[in-house]
């Protein structure tokens, strides 16, 4: 018995629409975290800790969520 495997290549298209879709889902990420990071450093350090987080873990709270923003 005989069996027949055909693959193709992604077109020239698919892989340019690819890397536009990435490069959009980047640019969304970070504006998401660029507002995230901003609104959190705005506030003082007694809000920071009614929300139950410092001021050094900003920066991880921000790339966490804007990676999540996708």
Same mark, same amino acid.
């Given at each position: ?6 693959? #193709?290549?992604?077109? /020239?298209?698919?892989?340019? *629409?690819?890397? %536009? ?5 980047? @640019?969304? !990420?970070? +504006?998401?975290?660029?507002? #995230?990071?901003?609104? /959190?450093?705005?506030?003082? *350090?007694?809000? %920071? ?5 410092? @001021?050094? !873990?900003? +920066? ?11």
């Amino acid at each position: 018995m005989a069996y027949v495997n055909v693959t #193709t290549a992604p077109s /020239l298209a698919d892989r340019f *629409n690819a890397v %536009l879709s990435m490069i959009a889902t980047r @640019r969304k !990420q970070g +504006r998401v975290y660029r507002a #995230t990071f901003n609104e /959190l450093s705005s506030l003082s *350090n007694r809000e %920071l800790a009614d929300l139950g987080m410092s @001021r050094s !873990q900003i +920066r991880s709270i921000a790339l966490e969520t804007g990676r999540n923003a996708a």
